[in-house]
């Protein structure tokens, strides 16, 4: 049987995100017992990430299956072994699963085409990062009281949406949940075609707030953004000003999101970031078990609760 | 709020003054013949025949157009008080008939942060006679590296945005300022010239052959005007080009105006490069040295016709003064930038209107309507309503520029010495006559 593969949100519907997070809650709750006990999931990295690759082994593991890890340093990718040629070998070696991060665009898709395991996407270049949005989505569904609770709330995108994958899952993967999406940057971090996602995009954060923001997903600006050979933002106290969040935001009751790593005082003020209104230490803590569901449901192992 | 707006200005000024019997021409109200007009509270209130006020200033003879606006102008403070200062620059502003100003950017220090637009727009309002907008750099020391900024510098109080002085040579990095200059909501005023291949000091011609200068080619103004024109085109941000010299430049300005619709493009030229040309650096005088260089007779004759078709939308003077120090040398040597404020209209009227290639109505269309029309506020107009912005001329009286009759802190004007005719009599801005030369004529007849 051909397993089945996550590579993207793009065409995501309402029942396939809630049989991940219904899935992922049942692995929240408590041990499950290993789901994936005899399988083999292989992480290849092509681009650093601990986190993301934490956060996959851990999943991996908890639900009992072997994992076989290759990162970008100290292994054959690092020389350069292509794409393609590390799929198959993975394949050969009998991997059930391959947790795939590259930084080019499509690079699941591709890889998915050379292998008969299931392959997840763990963030391609620009294009996708479907398990952010997933474990977003199983936030802001235990914030808010469950998955239903999410239909019509509104959530503000913030930043520089033109070189985020993040927000290329988080878009289609919040609308098909039934939320109303807008984005807040500067025509600098946005595609040409700003209109792409038939989205509203407002100039600032407080627009956001006046626009009735339920959530503000601000994504992480890097820092060559200001510098480099065609700046894009003009300095930290301006981006602040307009496209960070800061406690003034709070007050309407507007929760705060960040895929994270956060550059603390420029997408989120450092006071803010473990107020009670940020969601981020729940996205990370959401990690797991969304990434055990994917897995599970990748592969085909459906669990059953260990008897109590 | 409107940012920008000029609040140098008192909103009230003397009540009821009625300018008596001017020829009064402002093609943007389709005004054209003798009437009066009554100004009050700093505003037009009323134009018309036989209008009564509690003051009169006689203007039989005279010709009234709307106050003329000058969107490019180096005032160089703060920095450079030796050669011009606010209090200076709008005295000759005013003098020219110009009752708005934007001021230009590039001075020491440049004026790339906040706090630095906050500092220039309080001396602005103790100092300037007329309304004086701030241009920001549009990337920090105008270098064309680091954006500026913008959104910050808007709410200091900052109008719109250049480098001017220096061309972005890299398209990359104009196009993003153009894309964050379009989100700050502020026009982009773009000097248009290409480093690599702008190596001289003169233009690139026959006269620089003859007289042994290193000569810039047109090109170097016509490959920067093409990039910045498609930009603009492909951004959507609002780009004036600035001092268009040479016949290929309008043309390119002409063609995007034509033919791209998503180009929201103004240009203008300056009074120089419509009456001179680059026959002057024969004289290897630095009097004539300027940026961009004057240009042969071919492209004089191009860019006056785009001025005349509307093409280009209007005049600006790139008012440069410099110390003497700086001119009184070899061309090569010296500092490029002419003055432009005193001279401009009559310049302009001497050579093109009275030599019969532009109209009296064209000319002062392209001083007053366009450019008001480019910086708002009801600029440019006599209309009820509108600001009381207003310039008294004497079409009939010739005058001999002089370095010490003028009221610029520096002497480097290319027309000294030359005989014009048509003078600015009064300026009016707000209400206020803030240049008076017509010699007490205030009446006290109601
Ligand atoms: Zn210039
Ligand atoms: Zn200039």
């Not at chain 1, 200001?226 to 301006?238: A, F, L």
Request: hydrophobic share 45%; glycine share 12%.
């Amino acid at each position: 049987m051909r397993a089945r593969n996550l590579l993207s949100l793009e065409e995501t519907s309402r029942a396939e995100l809630r049989e991940v997070l219904d899935l992922a809650r049942e692995h929240a709750a408590g041990p499950l017992d290993r789901p994936l006990a005899g399988k083999t999931v292989c992480l290849a990295f092509f681009e650093a990430s601990t986190r993301t690759a934490v956060s996959f082994e851990l999943a991996a593991r908890r639900a009992g299956a072997d994992v076989i890890s290759l990162s970008e340093k100290g292994s054959s990718l690092e020389k350069g072994e292509g794409l393609i040629d590390t799929v198959v070998t993975l394949d050969s070696l009998g991997a059930d699963a391959i947790v795939l991060r590259h930084p080019a665009a499509g690079a699941a898709r591709i890889a998915a085409l050379h292998t008969g395991a299931a392959v997840v996407n763990a963030g391609d270049g620009r294009g996708q990062h479907p398990t952010q949005a997933l474990l977003d989505l199983h936030a802001l569904s235990d914030r808010f009281g469950g998955f239903d609770e999410l239909i019509g709330r509104r959530v503000a995108v913030v930043g520089d949406v033109l070189h985020s994958r993040v927000a290329r899952s988080v878009i289609p993967a919040f609308r098909a949940a039934g939320m109303e999406l807008a984005i807040v940057a500067p025509r600098t971090l946005l595609p040409l075609e700003a209109d792409a996602w038939g989205l509203p995009v407002l100039p600032s954060v407080d627009d956001a707030i006046d626009w009735g923001a339920d959530v503000l997903y601000a994504l992480r600006l890097q820092k060559e953004r200001m510098t480099g050979g065609s700046p894009r933002v003009p300095s930290v106290p301006e981006y602040a000003r307009y496209y960070g969040v800061a406690k003034r935001h709070l007050a309407a009751g507007a929760l705060v999101m960040h895929p994270g790593p956060v550059n603390r005082g420029v997408e989120v003020a450092g006071d803010v970031v473990l107020d009670a209104s940020s969601l981020i230490p729940d996205q990370v803590g959401s990690g797991v078990a969304v990434r055990s569901a994917v897995l599970a449901l990748t592969m085909g192992a459906v669990p059953s609760r260990v008897a109590a | 709020m409107t940012h920008g707006a000029p609040t140098n200005i008192p909103t009230h000024g003397p009540d009821d003054l009625v300018v008596r019997g001017a020829h009064v021409l402002d093609p943007a109200s389709g005004l054209d013949g003798v009437m009066d007009v009554r100004v009050s509270g700093g505003r037009v209130a009323e134009v018309g025949e036989g209008l009564r006020g509690t003051r009169s200033l006689d203007a039989d003879g005279l010709h009234l157009f709307p106050g003329f606006t000058d969107v490019h102008a180096h005032w160089r403070t703060p920095g450079r008080e030796d050669e011009e200062t606010v209090e200076t620059g709008s005295a000759a502003a005013a003098a020219g008939g110009f009752t708005g100003v934007v001021m230009m950017p590039n001075t020491d220090p440049v004026i790339d942060r906040p706090v630095v637009v906050s500092g220039l727009v309080r001396r602005v309002e103790g100092e300037s006679r007329v309304r004086a907008y701030v241009s920001a750099a549009l990337h920090e020391g105008l270098k064309g590296e680091r954006l500026t900024e913008m959104r910050l510098m808007r709410e200091a109080g900052a109008f719109c945005v250049s480098d001017d002085g220096l061309g972005t040579q890299s398209a990359g990095v104009l196009r993003n300022a153009m894309l964050y200059a379009k989100d700050a909501g502020m026009p982009v005023i773009l000097h248009c010239e290409d480093h690599t291949l702008a190596t001289g000091v003169v233009h690139e011609g026959v006269a620089a052959a003859l007289a042994g200068l290193p000569g810039s080619p047109g090109s170097a103004e016509d490959v920067a005007t093409a990039t910045a024109l498609v930009l603009a085109a492909e951004t959507g941000a609002r780009v004036h080009v600035t001092h268009v010299s040479t016949a290929l430049s309008a043309a390119l300005v002409g063609f995007f105006k034509g033919n791209v619709p998503g180009a929201d493009v103004t240009a203008d030229t300056t009074p120089h490069h419509l009456t001179l040309t680059d026959e002057l650096v024969r004289t290897l005088e630095g009097m004539y040295r300027v940026n961009p260089p004057l240009r042969p007779e071919g492209d004089r004759l191009g860019v006056g016709g785009a001025l005349r078709d509307g093409i280009l939308d209007f005049v600006a003077t790139d008012h440069a003064p410099h110390a003497s120090e700086e001119k009184d040398l070899p061309l090569e040597e010296a500092a490029p930038g002419f003055l432009g404020h005193e001279t401009a209209f009559s310049a302009l009227y001497t050579e093109l209107v009275l030599g019969g290639h532009l109209s009296l109505e064209r000319l002062v269309g392209a001083m007053a309507s366009a450019p008001g029309a480019w910086v708002g506020d009801g600029a440019g107009r006599i209309a009820e309503g509108a600001p009381a912005d207003l310039a008294l001329v004497d079409l009939s009286e010739e005058w001999t520029v002089r370095g010490e009759g003028l009221l610029s802190r520096s002497g480097n004007s290319p027309y000294i010495g030359r005989s014009l005719k048509g003078r600015i009599v009064g300026t009016m801005v707000g209400g206020e006559l803030v240049q008076d030369r017509t010699g007490a004529r205030f009446g006290s007849r109601a």
